[in-house]
């Protein structure tokens, strides 16, 4: 399993169907030096797949370190956006929420 794979695995474990309550969005993960993923969340589920999506809600293209970082809580993710080291396209305002979504 690669470690972008095992990244995603984790987040989906930690999925908080409350917090996507009458959510239907679709984060793309565009990544530097690994596969490119994307998570759909629609009726309170989660789901991953691997490579680009045809319509994503918003993109966020990073690194792997970084999207660790943000995700284990090492990195607060608005600040990663503010150095740019996350770059958004789309609806932004989601990709503030990621956290939320995937609590650490």
Do not use: W
Request: hydrophobic share 40%.
């Amino acid at each position: 399993m690669s470690e972008a794979k095992a990244v995603f695995d984790a987040m989906l474990g930690r999925f908080d169907a409350d917090e996507a309550d009458d959510m239907e969005a679709v984060f793309q993960f565009d990544l530097d030096d690994a596969d490119n993923y994307h998570l759909s969340i629609e009726d309170g589920k989660c789901e991953m797949g691997e490579g680009e999506h045809d319509d994503p809600t918003v993109t966020l293209s990073m690194d792997l370190e970084t999207l660790k970082d943000v995700m284990s809580g090492e990195l607060d993710g608005m600040q990663a956006f503010m150095q740019g080291k996350i770059r958004a396209d789309g609806d932004i305002m989601l990709a503030t929420k990621l956290t939320q979504i995937f609590p650490q």
